[in-house]
């Protein structure tokens, strides 16, 4: 059964960084998008950033500049490297990743969900 692991996630200091990391595992075959979302206290969860097969990325406003995200296609590996990180970005971090691979009943189209990391920004 296709699935997300991620991992990376932790405690940091305000203007701190921190690097998460998300992989697909399973029969896989193709990945389509894979992004990062978070969801702070309170709050509905919100698009990070997402990166495409090809390489297109899309950040939303309040980690540009500041997170890059990537992709190691052989590894079915995302990445979100956080910088100048602010209390604001504390949350707890989701990977998600549309991709065919093979299900229980055959190849079909998954959009699959990681379990989260929290990210704390605190001194």
Known sequence: QVQLVESGGGLVQPGGSLRLSC?????????DVMGWYRQAPGKQRELVATITSGGSTNYADSGKGRFTISSDNAKNTVYLQMSSLKSEDTAVYYCKVDLVGRGETGYRYFELWGQGTVVTVSS
């Open 23 to 31: 992989t697909a595992s399973g029969v896989i075959f193709s990945i």
